[in-house]
């Protein structure tokens, strides 16, 4: 009777070791990479806070007139692109449901993008880069660009600052062989005064006519 009660735990022992070694095989074969294509952070109320996703950025983030500022202000031939997808997506939204900051890379150039944005869906803060070209924009609440920043490879940094229609007013920047530049701009955007250290350091003073042309310059 001892040697059946012997063989019994030694068969339970058996089956409850094959029982752990199955546990682990199964945890060793659970995945370590998740795949998808959207995942989605939701608070206690069940309200979308965070998403992360690749696709289209959504429209409804951002109106027509916000559509036609990004394009005017990215100045590139293919900036259409960049308000389509699919493209990688990190998005956090207020308690309201509203997008207010966004990370992603855009289909042209592979060029990262992060947005800040005001409670109404305009934008507050752009930053990007595209080629060898950086840029910052800030806005106010439901207005146009008030403040362009951008640093190119090509030629040298600059800063603009806008009016309510977007359109280049005030310029600072630093030109060919490190000539600072101060121009003033008409509402075509057309430079009409521009006062720079040339390069030998003295400074000149110049006025343009709405064609563009010089009327007058000193020295």
Known sequence: MQKIALIGMFFLGLAFGQSIVGIKAADDDKPSIVKAQKFVLIDAMGKTRAELSFGSADSS??????EQRFLKMSREENAREMLEGPWPR???????????????????????????KHADGTKAVSLSAFNSRASLQISAAGGNPSIAAMATHQAGPSLQFLDEEGNSRLGLALA?????????????????????LQADASP????????????????
């Open 90 to 116: 990190l998005v956090f939204f207020d308690a309201n449901g509203k997008e207010r900051i966004a990370l992603g890379v855009t289909p042209v150039a592979e060029s990262p993008v992060f947005q800040i």
């Open 61 to 66: 983030s951002a109106s027509a007139q916000d």
């Open 176 to 196: 060919g062989k490190g000539r600072p530049q101060l121009i003033l701009s008409d509402v075509g955007e057309r430079p009409r005064a521009l006062l720079e």
């Open 204 to 219: 000149r003073l110049s006025l343009f006519g709405e064609d563009k042309q010089e009327v007058w310059s000193t020295p």
